[in-house]
């Protein structure tokens, strides 16, 4: 008995910190399955229409997130992404217009081909997370602050940018990427790219580096400014990704959109097991958070509960997920200390 305690703990010690968050995944869609037949008489897991919607509509969030991880995992905060993928949905849809059905914004950019909009909208945002970037590597200021600006700057901008008004009737080509399983191609390429980066790279280990011990990583010889500022402009160029998605799925954009995508995405990484101390997280734990975030949406609306409990139930798990978090950094700590 004794032996098979230790066996079953040598192979648990084996397998990776995502298992664990998966195993909450699989508890919480088995919680709202049996709520389901008691409360609805329905099942929430065999329905195929009701699984699609719910991982479309966290791909957005998604996108985002993979971006936020790496800038938590090197011990950041970038608090801009909503409002960025209201910018960039804006600027998007306004070179995505046809002009056989609208007055565009710009009359002479119209029927543009369509990987101008798709660039442009990116280049948006990355514009804006270079700035981030920029302010906290080289004036030190925090970056909760400096995102915190971008976050009310770039949402003026999508309001100024076309007078608070949408725009609508975008091209044929720009929509389709919003439709069918693009979204969700475009976020799971999105999170395998950057999942390979984060571990088999020099980008990857410098990053965890920095969030690790800065002072260490710059003694190592990495070019920390560089450093901070090219992970910012990843994180704002996905979050230009997103607005153009976003768009395209909506068929028209406008200033308002994108609201609360930002801690959407924090909370995903968070619930990952992407520690907010920096050092720690992996970009399969956010894609496994995205997924609860869909779950705990999906399952409220299944169960026909208030949206104003998602809130509360979010926040309470981002909570529990930072307790956890204090509590694994203590452990860590102790044993540092015991070494």
Not at 240 to 265: K, W
Not at 294 to 299: A, D, K, N
């Amino acid at each position: 008995m004794i032996q098979a305690q230790k066996n079953f703990k040598s192979w648990y010690k084996k397998l990776p910190p995502e298992f664990n968050i998966f195993l909450v995944l699989l508890g919480m869609a088995l919680l709202f399955e049996i709520l389901g037949w008691i409360f609805v008489g329905q099942s929430f897991l065999i329905n195929k229409r009701r699984l699609i919607i719910m991982i479309l509509q966290v791909s957005v969030i998604g996108i985002i997130a993979v971006g936020v991880t790496q800038v938590i995992i090197m011990a950041g905060i970038d608090l801009s992404g909503g409002s960025l993928v209201a910018l960039s949905a804006i600027v998007a849809a306004s070179l995505a217009q046809n002009s056989t059905y609208s007055k565009a914004v710009f009359p002479h950019l119209t029927d543009l081909p369509f990987l101008i909009p798709v660039i442009a909208g990116i280049g948006a945002g990355l514009i804006a997370g270079f700035i981030n970037g920029s302010l906290i590597a080289r004036t030190g200021i925090p970056a909760f602050i400096a995102t915190l600006g971008m976050l009310v700057s770039a949402r003026g901008a999508a309001a100024w940018y076309n007078n608070g008004k949408p725009v609508s009737f975008l091209s044929d080509e720009f929509t389709n990427l919003g439709q069918g399983a693009w979204p969700v191609a475009i976020f799971l390429t999105v999170a395998l790219v950057f999942h390979i980066l984060m571990r088999y790279t020099k980008y990857g280990k410098h990053t965890y580096a920095i969030g690790s011990n800065e002072e260490a990583a710059r003694v190592a010889g990495i070019n920390i400014k560089r450093h901070k500022i090219i992970v910012y402009s990843i994180a704002g160029a996905l979050s230009g990704l997103a607005g153009v998605v976003t768009a395209s799925r909506a068929m028209s954009a406008q200033a308002g959109m994108g609201m609360m995508y930002e801690l959407d995405a924090i909370s995903a990484a968070v619930i990952g097991g992407t520690s907010l101390f920096g050092g720690r997280g992996r970009i399969t734990g956010t894609l496994i958070g995205v997924l609860i975030l869909g779950v705990i949406t999906s399952g409220f609306v299944f169960l026909r509960i208030n949206a104003y409990y998602q809130d509360m139930v979010k926040g309470a798990i981002i909570v529990g997920a930072v307790i956890l978090d204090q509590y694994r950094n203590k452990k860590l700590k102790n044993k540092d200390k015991d070494i």
